[in-house]
């Protein structure tokens, strides 16, 4: 506990500064989260292709360190990246579980035009997302 505050005793501009850094890296993280989930979604819907028909459940859990229901995840993004990319915003301010969450949001749940899809609204509010929401989602 006594280290946290350590960092904490420099001058306040030095302090904002150090702020203001974190905040980027954490944006930047964020931002590449998506396209390392695309990349992991790419890899399993590859292997899954490469396992025989019954098998792919038990080599999931055999060969991966995360549930099933992550690896769905990962090949649904994989999957429907073209959806992704139809957000006129594209794919650069959206989080992998916001990805996810547009995915599988029943039609009747989808954003109208120009309007910012609930899952979204939170980075936005957040200020993790540097662009103005205009979305328009393909028919699923």
């Known amino acids: 506990m006594s280290d946290l505050f350590a960092i904490c005793e420099d001058p306040l ?5 150090q702020i203001n850094a974190a905040h980027v890296e954490c944006e930047h993280a ?4 998506l396209a390392r989930a695309l990349k992991v979604g790419q890899l399993l819907v590859a292997a899954k292709q490469r396992v025989g028909h019954g098998q792919w459940l038990p080599w999931l859990k055999t060969n ?17 990246w073209s959806e992704l990319e139809a957000i006129p915003q594209g794919v650069a301010d959206l989080p992998f579980h916001a990805a996810v969450t547009l995915l599988t949001a029943p039609a009747a749940e989808k954003p109208a035009t120009g309007t910012v899809p609930l899952p979204l609204a939170h980075y936005r509010d ?14 699923m």
């Open 30 to 33: 964020l931002k590449a989260g």
């Open 64 to 80: 991966v360190h995360f549930s099933e229901r992550s690896a769905q995840d990962y090949m649904r993004v994989a999957r429907r």
């Open 13 to 17: 501009p030095e302090l904002a500064a």
């Open 126 to 139: 957040a200020g993790l997302s540097s662009g103005t929401w205009q979305t328009t989602m393909a028919p």
